[in-house]
């Protein structure tokens, strides 16, 4: 049966349409399990009935025409209860109805499995025998796993409006629902691209003539090198400084000794060239896989965009030449910013992608170049969609296949409005983020690379809120030593003077491994991370401190952030370091500066004793991804309790004010850095609140920076004093959606407002 089911499932991903995928399911079921009859009812939501849409062996012109209204037989009762039902004889059962025109009377035996996706009953498959018959439990098993094939094919058929013309009245034509990852509406025609080169299926191979290979290997690094240095030059004049690190990014991860040394390692231990790169690549996979930071993960996409890139080159493999649509929605399994860059940015409108989120590559660079962008649109088959006209919703995640007149012309009238708004955001450059009455709320960025050009936007930022550290640790092969931190370090400071930038000191731990410091821990989020690990480790810490330090010198724009405090004994400790690593510095004749220090609020415990903390360092940040995670207890990147992931909760609220509170005791600043910082509706609340200064990514800025020069700060207390009264945080959202509408910005977090 397990043959059969391999079978099955491949022939229904090859259905060119819904209606030739239920004719294979309902024949090759059928005949699988030995039925004498097998069908598919589909439920029409607005009419409230189920259709039958598909059967194999009943009589007569049956298909579209039986209808049973919500709530009736067997057939209701599998999709209300949305598991399956085996009966012997269903004729006994008390809901059973028979349906004259298909003649049930005459079948006693009955298993009816519901098709759900995404916790919605789509329909019923059922199968039914002339004789009494239980189907064993492997059968039940096996017409289970066939539904859930066919659910992502009736959602696609629902969205594209297949499902509309198969039935006689139709359905009103629905979205498929993502993440929104970058703001705005684009219309266009899809076009689908893929990985050229496929690592998974390179096999091992003992290497004839291993110079030879290792040739091969460096050749092909370098060929990859060239084409970034191409796609980097393309697109400089579009993407922010922080955008344009990613490039610096991949380039270090090519040029660092972990990937190459490690590749020529296993061609000189006997595997071809290509073996040798996929053992390679798949070792550094799941040391990103495994982290929980969701940045630091989203870079294993990044690992593996490389390798097959250096495959290709291996393979002598040339992708025939894609031909872009004028108006170029780009979908794909797993985009690649290489193929972003690929684009001609004048038909680029749009990018979907089935998987990733808004803190992968693909979404930074999206927010980064304007370009609407929804990721982990789950439900999309990817390999149907080419060519298709396709609606991008990036302001909330969705995505609309073959879009009717009546879609069309209303995200047109909203595109239209975007490029109006994107306009009016532009005319903001270079002004002070000022609210109505003069107070002003610096905007700064976060960041974890910084380019060596200096691209148009990167004036917009008061300077850097947030520089993680942690990127040039992970794609090295060993502990960078302080002379080559203190170059990273000392670029970022004068990129930005006299502009302040604050840079955390190291975050690593049992989610954020290095490849050289291998942590095994049973609950990592929990365990041995942070601050707890470089004062394990002092010579870390200080290394770090004194490149930091060092880098500083005659720039006197620099703060340093302790990550991951949660006692006060930890800072005393940690200042004691940092003091230690200062005076170090002075006797080896270095002029430095004892910078300000501040610490990071994201563990709960450190919110109660935000006083305390205050009272020991200069400045307070609070990180409000983690502490939200922490407080709520939920994994944002889980999809079981992502829904529960909420920044408006009642409880973040009170959080930040008893942050604020303690800080203002010793007349602390509070930053607040984070996705809270960016988004425009949590501006009225963090205003309201006193926060000092807000860090951000760059796509971000101008957007908040609209809200803030458009209302008052009595205004923002205002808000912020009705919501704190607002028990959940549904009510909260709207509250803000509504002040965020009263002063006509509706328009910055949803469309046509």
């Known amino acids: ?119 919605k009953v789509l329909g019923v498959l059922v199968l039914r025998q002339r004789q009494r018959r239980h189907f064993d439990e492997d059968e039940v098993t096996f017409v289970m796993t066939l539904a859930s094939q066919l659910a992502g094919a009736i959602t696609f058929a629902r969205t594209s409006g297949e499902l509309a013309r198969l039935q006689e009245d139709g359905l009103p034509q629905r979205f498929l629902p993502g993440l929104a990852a970058s703001p705005g509406i684009g219309i266009g025609q899809a076009v689908v691209v893929y990985p050229p080169a496929d690592l998974d299926a390179v096999p091992d191979r003992r290497a004839e003539n291993t110079e030879t290979e290792e040739l091969d290997f460096q050749q092909a690094v370098n060929a990859v ?85 250096v495959l290709m080159h291996l393979q002598n493999l040339t992708a025939a030449p894609i031909q872009y649509a004028a108006q170029t929605i780009l979908v794909g399994e797993e985009i690649s910013a290489m193929q972003i860059a690929d684009v001609p940015r004048d038909k680029l409108v749009g990018i979907v992608s089935t998987t990733g989120s808004g803190s992968s590559h693909v979404g930074i660079l999206a927010r980064g170049m304007g370009i609407p962008a929804a990721m982990g649109v789950a439900d999309l088959p990817v390999g149907r969609a080419e060519g298709r006209e396709m609606v991008v919703d990036g302001y909330r995640g969705r995505v609309y296949v073959a879009p009717g007149p009546a879609v069309r012309a209303e995200y047109q009238r909203l595109a239209e409005d975007d490029a109006v708004l994107t306009s009016e955001l532009q005319a903001l450059r270079h002004l002070p983020a000022e609210t109505t009455d003069g107070y002003a709320l610096p905007l700064f960025l976060n960041t974890g690379l910084v380019s060596e050009s200096r691209p148009l936007g990167i004036e917009e930022s008061a300077g850097v809120g947030l520089y993680r550290t942690e990127l040039p640790f992970i794609v090295r092969d060993s502990f960078p030593g302080e002379s080559a931190q203190m ?48 004062l394990d480790h002092p010579e870390i810490f200080l290394t770090q401190v004194r490149a930091i330090l060092r880098a500083s010198i005659g720039l006197d724009n ?196």
Request: hydrophobic letters at 45%; glycine letters at 8%.
């Open 1 to 119: 049966m397990l043959e059969s089911l391999r079978r099955i499932v491949q022939e229904v991903n090859n259905a060119p349409d819904l209606e030739q995928a239920l004719t294979i399911i309902v024949r090759r079921v059928k005949q699988a399990v030995g039925a004498d009859v097998c069908s598919v009812y589909l439920n029409d939501l607005d009419n409230r009935r189920h259709v039958l849409h598909a059967s194999e062996g009943l009589r007569g012109k049956v298909v579209g025409r039986v209808r049973l209204e919500f709530g009736r037989g067997l057939i209701g009762l599998v999709s209300e209860r949305a598991e399956p039902i085996n009966l012997d004889d269903a004729a006994t059962h008390p809901r059973y109805e028979n349906v004259i025109d298909t003649k049930e009377d005459r079948y006693h035996g009955f298993l009816g499995a519901p098709i759900i996706q995404n916790r």
């Open 487 to 534: 170059s990273n370090y000392r670029h970022v400071l004068e990129l930005f003077a006299p502009r302040p930038v604050t840079i955390r000191t190291l975050d690593i731990g049992g989610d954020k491994p290095l490849p050289y410091f291998p942590m095994h821990e049973a609950n990592p989020f929990l365990g041995w991370r942070g601050i707890r690990i470089t």
């Open 558 to 753: 620099l703060q340093i952030l302790i990550p991951m405090i949660s006692t006060v004994g930890e800072v005393d400790d940690a200042l004691l370091l940092i003091h230690r690593a200062h005076d170090e510095l002075l006797e080896e004749g270095y002029q430095v500066k004892m910078p300000p220090v501040g610490v990071m609020i994201e563990v709960p415990a450190a919110v109660y004793q935000a006083e305390a903390l205050a009272r020991r360092v200069d400045f307070l940040s609070v990180g409000t991804n983690d502490l939200t995670q922490y407080l709520l207890a939920v994994d944002r990147n889980n999809p079981h309790v992502a829904k529960l992931y909420d920044e408006f909760h009642p409880a973040i609220l009170r959080a930040l004010l008893q942050i604020i509170t303690g800080a203002r005791v010793h007349g602390r600043e509070v930053s607040v850095c984070g996705e809270m910082a960016g988004d425009p509706l949590a501006t009225f609340l963090l205003l309201g609140m006193g926060v000092h200064s807000l860090s951000m990514g760059a796509g971000s800025l101008l957007r908040v920076k609209r809200v803030i020069r458009s209302i008052s700060r009595a205004r923002a207390r205002e808000v912020l004093k009705i919501a704190l009264q607002c028990e959940d945080s549904g009510s909260i959202r709207r509250l803000l959606l509504d002040a965020l509408e009263d002063v006509g910005l509706g328009a910055l977090v949803r469309p046509g407002k």
């Open 225 to 309: 090198l060239a084409d970034l240095e191409r796609f980097a030059t393309r697109t400089q004049k579009l993407l922010s400084s922080e955008d344009m690190a990613l490039f610096d990014a991949w380039r270090m991860m090519l040029e660092g000794d972990t990937l190459i040394d490690g590749t020529l390692a296993r061609i000189r231990a006997g595997n071809w060239a290509p073996g040798a790169l996929r053992e390679t690549i798949s070792e550094h996979v799941k040391v990103f896989d495994s982290m929980e930071d969701a940045y630091l993960r989203e870079r294993a996409s990044d690992i593996r965009d490389l390798g097959r890139c």
